[in-house]
C-alpha cells in the first residue's frame, strides 16, 4: 500500500533550512541547499530531491567528510574564467557562486567558464542550467561522480554518471532543459529502487562476470565496492552504441578535473586506502552563453521555441497522444505539485522524524497524524 503523504511546500522549506542549519550550515548556505532539493521535487525527480536529503548530506556532514561550512578560494581568475576550490562545503553552495559568478561574466563579455575543484554532491544539474536561464542565457554544466560506469567492452566501474545537461531560454512558460546521466541510468535511480524495495530493470547494471544485475540493494553495495558497473548510456558493447554514452562520460569527466586540475576516476571514490571514508573531492563546470552576444535574446527565444513546437507537432507514432520536449514533464509536474504539495514517500518520512529528534527541532508532519489516525 502505498504510504507517500503530501507536505507543503512551506513545512519542507522551512524544516530543510532549519535541519541544515542545526548541522552547521550557515543560513543563506542552508537556503540554497534546500531550494536546490526542492527543485529536484517540484520537476518530479525525487531520486535527487528529499530522497537524498539525509543519506546524501546530514549523513556525511555527520561523517565528517563533507564541511557544513564552504570556504570558498578563487585560484583563478580572469574576464572571463575562474577556477574555484570548494575545500570539501557544500556542493550546492560552490556551484550557486560558480554560476553567478559564470552569469555575471557573460553578461559583460558574452561567454564564459567557471570551473570548481574538491566540492561534493551538487543536487540535480538542471538547477545550474535554468540558473542561466532565468538570467535570460544559455546554461551548460556537469559534474563528476563516484565511479559508476563501465567503459564500452570493460565491466569495472570507472566513471561517474557525469551528467551533461544544458538549458535553453524560450518563448513559451519553461525553458528548454536536457538534464541526464550519461550512464543508462544513475545511483540515486538506484537509491529510489531499494528504498521501495523495487528491482532495478535487467540491463542497467552489469556485474564482473558480465551477467545483468537486478537486486537494488545489493547493487549499491556492488558498486561501491566494485563487484558491478552501470551500463553507458546506449547500452552494452557497441551494437546499441554504448560507446556514444561512454565518450560523452569521458568529456564531461575531463571537463571537471583537467582544467581545475581536479580529482578523476577512482580518486572520487570517496574511501582511503584504508577503506575509510573520505571526502569525494568532486569537480564541476559551469558554461554560460548570452545571445545578446549573437543576435539578441528576443530572435533566440523565438526560434527555440518554434523548433520545440516544431517537433512537438510532428507525426507521432500509433498509440501515442503527445510528443513532449525536454523540460515540458518538468513544467507539468510543478503546475500539478505547486498546490498539492512534495510527495514523501515512508522512507523518508522515517529520516525525516530521525533529523528531527535529533536536532531537537519543533516540527509536527502530516504523516505522522496520518499513522496515529
Not at 281 to 293: M, S
Not at 341 to 369: C, D, M, S, T, W
Request: hydrophobic content about 40%.
Amino acid at each position: 500500500m502505498d504510504k507517500t503523504c503530501y507536505v507543503s511546500w512551506e513545512l519542507i522549506g522551512a524544516f530543510l533550512v532549519d535541519a541544515f542549519i542545526g548541522c552547521g550550515v550557515p543560513n543563506e548556505d542552508a537556503r540554497i541547499c534546500a531550494d536546490v532539493l526542492m527543485e529536484s521535487d517540484r520537476r518530479g525527480i525525487e531520486s535527487h530531491g528529499c530522497n537524498r536529503f539525509k543519506p546524501i548530506y546530514i549523513d556525511r556532514i555527520a561523517a565528517g567528510i563533507q564541511n557544513p561550512v564552504t570556504q570558498i578560494e578563487v585560484l583563478k581568475e580572469t574576464p572571463t574564467t575562474a577556477v574555484l576550490d570548494a575545500h570539501d562545503g557544500m556542493g550546492m553552495v560552490a556551484s550557486h557562486k560558480a554560476m553567478t559568478m559564470a552569469i555575471g561574466k557573460a553578461k559583460s563579455y558574452g561567454l564564459s567558464m567557471v570551473a570548481v575543484r574538491n566540492s561534493t554532491h551538487y543536487g540535480i544539474a538542471g538547477y545550474w542550467a535554468t540558473m542561466a536561464t532565468k538570467a535570460g542565457m544559455i546554461g551548460i554544466t556537469g559534474t563528476n561522480a563516484r565511479p559508476s560506469i563501465a567503459p564500452t567492452f570493460g565491466v569495472e566501474n570507472m566513471l561517474g554518471t557525469n551528467p551533461l545537461t544544458v538549458a535553453f531560454p524560450t518563448d513559451e512558460d519553461f525553458p528548454f532543459a536536457i538534464d541526464c546521466a550519461t550512464s543508462i541510468t544513475q545511483r540515486g535511480k538506484l537509491e529510489y529502487f531499494a528504498r521501495n524495495g523495487k528491482p532495478t530493470p535487467a540491463g542497467m547494471v552489469i556485474g564482473r562476470d558480465g551477467t545483468a544485475k537486478t537486486d537494488s540493494s545489493q547493487i549499491l553495495t556492488d558498486l561501491t565496492n566494485g563487484d558491478a558497473a552501470l551500463a553507458p548510456l546506449g547500452g552494452i558493447g557497441e551494437e546499441l552504441a554504448g560507446y556514444k554514452g561512454y565518450g560523452y562520460a569521458t568529456v564531461v569527466e575531463i571537463l571537471c578535473a583537467a582544467l581545475q586540475a581536479g580529482s578523476f576516476l577512482k580518486a572520487l571514490n570517496g574511501v582511503d586506502v584504508y577503506g575509510s571514508k573520505m571526502p569525494y573531492h568532486l569537480g564541476h563546470f559551469f558554461l554560460v552563453i548570452d545571445p545578446e552576444a549573437f543576435l539578441g535574446l528576443e530572435s533566440f527565444k523565438r526560434t527555440c521555441g518554434d523548433i520545440l513546437r516544431s517537433l512537438r507537432a510532428s507525426r507521432k507514432a500509433p498509440g501515442q497522444q503527445r510528443i513532449y520536449t525536454a523540460g515540458e514533464k518538468e513544467y507539468f509536474t510543478w503546475l500539478e505539485r505547486k498546490d498539492k504539495g512534495v510527495p514523501v514517500g515512508e522512507a523518508v518520512q522515517k529520516e525525516f522524524i530521525e533529523v528531527r529528534n535529533n536536532l531537537k527541532l519543533p516540527y509536527v508532519f502530516p504523516f505522522e497524524h496520518k499513522a496515529s489516525g
